[in-house]
């Protein structure tokens, strides 16, 4: 849907998505074993690449770290409350689900504007796409490397959460550390972004480390794990931003929304993995710990190869 926000109208784009997503939320209800319906719901509906280019396209003059940092407070805030919605009934999550729906599309159709839509009806941008700019494009290539164990670690740290404690509301912990680095990365000033990157991932590999030698080194056995996972949460919340400005920095603006929305499959993508991964092992904290810690260690390398 980004790259189809590139090539079209994203403002056409935005409200398609936002018109056809009540109509396969209701299928979903009805036919809640229909795979199909669902994955047709979720392919449909994913505005954030779209907004976030939005956003770049359109206040250039503001910095772009702290625009894409603002829309991932406004994306971890709700996050952070999901607790209070597990006990709502189905038909009322489904009416809950189409409000809120419907109130981001009256706010599209008022607020969501693109200077480049009366420039799309004069450029063919299938004819030749131009992704990586050829002078960043080696960095870029190695951060969305580095960014995908990163994810897996981020989600490998939610199911271990989940099953350590038994209590699936604790991804609320999560998106709480989140929102907190996504707050701290606001007050960002001019630091080279690819170091940034990296610093991140190491100090995130040294949280990872900590409970692995105190438990299984040391034999210490009460942990705080709730406590460790709302650093690595903030951990996230803090580089995620830099890594789509890196990206965004890197493309051409004309395919903005490609590049956000491969981040954003990335992050759908480890989060389908990890899931799947955590049923075949039983959610063996051991050796989530440690997976953890080997992929903030990849994400390590490739960055630091990106500097």
Known sequence: MGF???IFCRRRILIVMHLLAPVLLVLSYFYTSSLWVIVLFGLVYNPLS????????????YSRVKLISISFIVQFFPQTF???FQDLS???SLLLAIGGI???LILGLIFFFDRRDKKLRAQNYFSKIAFFLPKTSTRAIYTFIAFIPSQLAFFVSNNL?????????YYSILSFGALIGACISTLYKKTPHVSVLTIAYGFALMISLLPLGAKYIYGYEHLDIPFMF???????GFYISFVYDVILHSVSKNYRGTACGLLDFVFGG???LILLLFKELSASSFFALLLISIAYACAVVFQKAAE
């Open 4 to 6: 189809l926000s590139d």
């Open 161 to 169: 959460l989940e099953a350590y404690t038994m209590k699936p509301q």
């Open 230 to 236: 709302v650093a690595l949460g903030s951990v996230l």
């Open 90 to 92: 189905k038909y009322t």
């Open 270 to 272: 480890a989060s389908i």
């Open 50 to 61: 779209t907004i976030r280019a939005n956003l770049v396209d359109n206040t250039q003059e």
């Open 102 to 104: 419907l109130i981001s």
């Open 82 to 84: 999901v607790v209070l």
